[in-house]
């Protein structure tokens, strides 16, 4: 990170008037400022901060705090009521998807006018052109009109479009909030690769982004600066107080709300025992609507999916089984599974390895193994012609809601020292339905969760130190 500060916010300040009727903007008119027919509302107050070069910075705060109008600013899209913004170098901003485009025109014809509004001229976006249509992938869609494309679409067309201009600061308002798995982690890579010599301001909601990304975290609150400074901290204090102000509400939801006479028996009940063993809860509600609500659902293998390697093998089958070996479109999470893979081999190998990897939407490895270990000391030598059948087999964890890709790959050598044969990325994709609150990235299946009240005595004893004699 350079020590050149390329972004300079001083007591930065944006006021709107709020009128309660729609004559009163007539009045304050007529009046000239005599009287004041409006109230003022300040979606930012008093914002000071740096940004250096090579920095990248996360915005967060709850709905309203002021973080896109903040961005607005920093983009030039909206003017401030007071303070100064400096910025040294070209700015490319995804405040809103498909900002700047045309919706009558074509994704081509948007390519070109929306790389003018950057700063591009047409012999500049001509020398780009190819890579924007690659990086979007939208096919042909980039000569059907903006106006029928999705929203995600758009999305990949506009940033395939910022990320190749040559900014100096990347602006993302919630951008990657919509598109596919494969997509977003071809962004996050993207982000990843661009924040060693630029500089990136990333407005989220989703906090292990923030933590994975930044270098630097402001956590806006009612249009002013709450706390600047590292990811972990600022973060952490941010959910606490999330969480505490949740729990305000629902405190006060719970004094509204009149008991019941079942709720205090159970109450009572609950009170009276002393060990309560539970498996989770949900188990039993899968068991019963298994096809309803199904833990995770997954699609099949995509044997186009872009792979690179010497091409001495190639995968033609992936699936998931289960212990019978039955093909398996959704499970709940927590049972045992079986990921299969076939692969047809085309030369000769002495030692070949097969592994794979579940990756989110960041790009982040989950979980995967590969099967090196298990027999680097008996491998299985293979003639071009044969079919090698891989299985992994284990209890398959659970994910927090969203899309998830599988990497996988065959090689032929040591885990240090191998001839890549088929890289795959993002063969097969799953859909995780969770709903439970976890928290964290992989969640753990329990075979047993169990809360004892136990013996004031017992505890007593058990907690005296021991003599040392």
Same mark, same amino acid.
């Given at each position: 990170?350079?020590?050149?500060?390329?972004?300079?916010?001083?007591?930065?300040?944006?006021?709107?008037?709020?009128?309660?009727?729609?004559?009163?903007?007539?009045?304050?008119?007529?009046?000239?400022?005599?009287?004041?027919?409006?109230?003022?509302?300040?979606?930012?107050?008093?914002?000071?901060?740096?940004?250096?070069?090579?920095?990248?910075?996360?915005?967060?705060?709850?709905?309203?705090? %002021?973080?896109?109008?903040?961005?607005?600013?920093?983009?030039?899209?909206?003017?401030?009521?007071? %303070?100064?913004?400096?910025?040294?170098?070209? #700015?490319?901003?995804?405040?809103?998807? %498909?900002?700047?485009?045309?919706?009558?025109?074509?994704?081509?014809?948007?390519?070109?006018?929306?790389?003018?509004?950057?700063?591009?001229?047409?012999?500049? #976006?001509?020398?780009?052109?190819?890579?924007?249509?690659?990086?979007?992938?939208?096919?042909?869609?980039?000569?059907?009109?903006?106006?029928?494309?999705?929203?995600?679409?758009?999305?990949?067309?506009?940033?395939?479009?910022?990320?190749?201009?040559?900014?100096?600061?990347?602006?993302?308002?919630?951008?990657?909030?919509?598109?596919?798995?494969?997509?977003?982690?071809?962004?996050?890579?993207?982000?990843?690769?661009?924040?060693?010599?630029?500089?990136?301001?990333?407005?989220?909601?989703?906090?292990?982004?923030?933590?994975?990304?930044?270098?630097?975290? #402001?956590?806006?609150?009612?249009?002013?600066?709450?706390?600047?400074? !590292?990811?972990?901290?600022?973060?952490?204090?941010?959910?606490?107080?999330?969480?505490?102000?949740?729990?305000?509400?629902?405190?006060?939801?719970?004094?509204?709300?009149?008991?019941?006479?079942?709720?205090?028996?159970?109450?009572?009940?609950?009170?009276?025992?002393?060990?309560?063993?539970?498996?989770?809860?949900?188990?039993?509600?899968?068991?019963?609507?298994?096809?309803?609500?199904?833990?995770?659902?997954?699609?099949?293998?995509?044997?186009?999916?872009?792979?690179?390697?010497? %091409?001495?093998?190639?995968?033609?089958?992936?699936?998931?089984?289960?212990?019978?070996?039955?093909?398996?479109?959704?499970?709940?999470?927590?049972?045992?599974?079986?990921?299969?893979?076939?692969?047809?081999?085309?030369?000769?190998?002495?030692?070949?390895?097969?592994?794979?990897?579940?990756?989110?939407?960041?790009?982040?490895?989950?979980?995967?193994?590969?099967?090196?270990?298990?027999?680097?000391?008996?491998?299985?030598?293979?003639?071009?012609?044969?079919?090698?059948?891989?299985?992994?087999?284990?209890?398959?964890?659970?994910?927090?809601?969203?899309?998830?890709?599988?990497?996988?790959? #065959?090689?032929?050598?040591?885990?240090?020292?191998?001839?890549?044969?088929?890289?795959?990325?993002?063969?097969?994709?799953?859909?995780?339905?969770?709903?439970?609150?976890?928290?964290?990235?992989?969640?753990?299946?329990?075979?047993?969760?169990?809360?004892?009240?136990? !013996?004031?005595?017992?505890?007593?004893?058990?907690?005296?130190?021991?003599?040392?004699?």
């Amino acid at each position: 990170m350079s020590s050149e500060v390329i972004v300079d916010v001083k007591n930065l300040s944006k006021k709107y008037e709020i009128y309660s009727q729609p004559y009163h903007r007539l009045l304050q008119t007529l009046f000239m400022g005599h009287r004041q027919f409006y109230k003022e509302f300040y979606a930012l107050k008093d914002i000071t901060f740096t940004v250096r070069k090579g920095e990248c910075i996360g915005i967060i705060g709850r709905n309203g705090a %002021g973080k896109s109008t903040l961005l607005q600013v920093l983009a030039e899209t909206l003017y401030p009521t007071s %303070g100064e913004v400096n910025i040294n170098g070209r #700015i490319a901003a995804l405040l809103e998807l %498909g900002s700047g485009f045309n919706p009558e025109f074509t994704g081509v014809e948007n390519i070109y006018m929306y790389g003018a509004i950057l700063g591009l001229n047409n012999q500049q #976006i001509n020398e780009r052109y190819q890579k924007i249509v690659d990086f979007a992938d939208i096919g042909d869609a980039i000569n059907q009109p903006v106006k029928t494309y999705s929203s995600g679409m758009a999305m990949r067309l506009a940033f395939a479009v910022a990320a190749h201009i040559d900014a100096d600061i990347l602006i993302v308002d919630e951008a990657l909030a919509v598109g596919d798995v494969v997509f977003v982690q071809k962004c996050f890579a993207f982000l990843r690769n661009f924040i060693k010599d630029h500089t990136v301001i990333l407005v989220t909601h989703d906090i292990a982004s923030v933590r994975d990304l930044c270098d630097r975290v #402001i956590w806006l609150k009612d249009g002013r600066i709450e706390a600047d400074g !590292d990811p972990r901290i600022v973060t952490d204090d941010y959910l606490a107080y999330c969480y505490e102000d949740t729990s305000k509400a629902e405190a006060q939801s719970e004094v509204e709300a009149e008991e019941t006479p079942a709720e205090t028996a159970v109450e009572k009940s609950a009170e009276e025992k002393t060990v309560t063993k539970s498996v989770d809860p949900r188990a039993e509600l899968w068991q019963e609507r298994w096809e309803s609500v199904p833990q995770y659902r997954f699609f099949e293998f995509d044997e186009n999916a872009p792979s690179f390697g010497k %091409g001495g093998a190639k995968m033609r089958r992936v699936t998931f089984c289960d212990e019978e070996g039955n093909q398996l479109h959704a499970v709940a999470g927590g049972e045992r599974v079986r990921l299969v893979f076939e692969i047809d081999i085309l030369e000769d190998m002495v030692s070949p390895i097969v592994g794979f990897a579940f990756r989110n939407q960041r790009g982040e490895n989950l979980f995967g193994d590969n099967t090196f270990e298990c027999y680097q000391n008996n491998p299985v030598p293979l003639k071009a012609g044969e079919v090698l059948e891989a299985v992994f087999e284990f209890e398959m964890p659970r994910l927090p809601s969203g899309e998830y890709a599988m990497h996988a790959a #065959i090689a032929d050598g040591t885990q240090d020292e191998h001839v890549q044969h088929q890289w795959f990325h993002n063969c097969l994709t799953m859909t995780s339905l969770y709903h439970g609150k976890t928290g964290v990235l992989v969640g753990i299946p329990m075979h047993e969760i169990s809360l004892k009240r136990m !013996d004031k005595s017992t505890t007593a004893e058990n907690t005296e130190p021991e003599n040392p004699a």
